[in-house]
């Protein structure tokens, strides 16, 4: 009898080129649900849907494998070639350009769920073709406790229609800040989220970068902003919507209840795993973490925001 999963992900799975103001890596493995899983697998078994080509690095396999994500939904293409994503920083670090994208082996992919992965209690659809995301949600067996989609400005571009389908069933969307303007066509975050929440999530983050995080929901007027913690030095910011996501999702994976105060400290985890992923390059900080690091940087959190 197969296992009950805690947490699917399905993402890109990727090889980027990042240029920093400062530094460069032609060869940096990351991807949506690479960056995900490696934040989430802290908190949670998490298991991974995606597609990889004959070009994907062993290593980062071994690293997937060792941080305990699960590989059976990776497919593997012989003759193809991974998603690769190239993108330069502005001096700030906070705004990027997309340089090139090439789809590569996700433009045939075809998810095919594990059987015991369509029972998942949580199922997060990190950023990839909307198309992909519904194809992947329409294989469930049972309705996840909790479903979280990610996305970018190209779908919002390219991809509009099936992006507001799968928008329309999910529970819980996080975006950044420029995105929920463009999705909704508003000009204020609140009115976006307004909007956002018309078309379905009930549970709204809005990704600000270095300025943190707001949280809306789960009750209609529920409100909640979170900082970004200081850092002195960022090495590469890539990834870092992903960890949130990771931290945000593999933390309600281990709660009983979905409340406020649970949704809460979701964003604070979602924060703390950002903060780590964003001090190198790729998922490497995040795989040389340990756990007292991790409860140390909570609690750092803890400590910025509490006041009397
Ligand atoms: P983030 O910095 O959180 O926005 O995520 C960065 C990751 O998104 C990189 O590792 C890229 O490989 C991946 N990425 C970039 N463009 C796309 C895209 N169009 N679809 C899916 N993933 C993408």
Known sequence: MS?????????????????????????????????FAMAASHHTAVDLVGVVGKDFPEHALQDLRTAGVGLEGLEVIEDGLTFRWKGRYH???????TLETHLNCFEQFEPKLPESYREAELLFLAN?????QLQVLEQMKTRPRLVGLDTMNLWIDVASDDLRAVVSKVDVLTINEEEALQLTGA???????????ELGPKILVIK???????LFGPGSEELFAAPAIPLEKVDDPTGAGDCFA????????????????TLRRAVI???VMASFCVQGF??????DLDRAQIDARYKAFVDLTSFV
């Not at 001096?91 to 350009?97: A, G, K, L, V």
């Not at 990771?246 to 105060?261: I, K, N, Q, V």
């Open 3 to 35: 296992q009950k999963k805690k947490l699917v992900v399905v993402g890109s799975v990727a090889i980027d080129w990042v240029i920093t103001p400062v530094s460069e890596r032609e060869e940096s493995v990351g991807g949506a649900a690479t960056y």
């Open 91 to 97: 001096e700030n670090m906070n705004q990027r350009d």
């Open 128 to 132: 990839i073709q909307p198309s992909l």
């Open 187 to 197: 000009t204020s975050l609140l009115a976006a989220a307004r909007e956002i929440r």
């Open 208 to 214: 600000r970068g270095e300025y943190g995080a707001l």
């Open 246 to 261: 990771g931290g945000f999702m593999g933390y309600l994976s281990t709660a009983e209840t979905l409340d406020g105060p």
């Open 269 to 271: 985890w979602g924060s």
């Open 282 to 287: 790729s998922y490497d900080r995040l795989r």
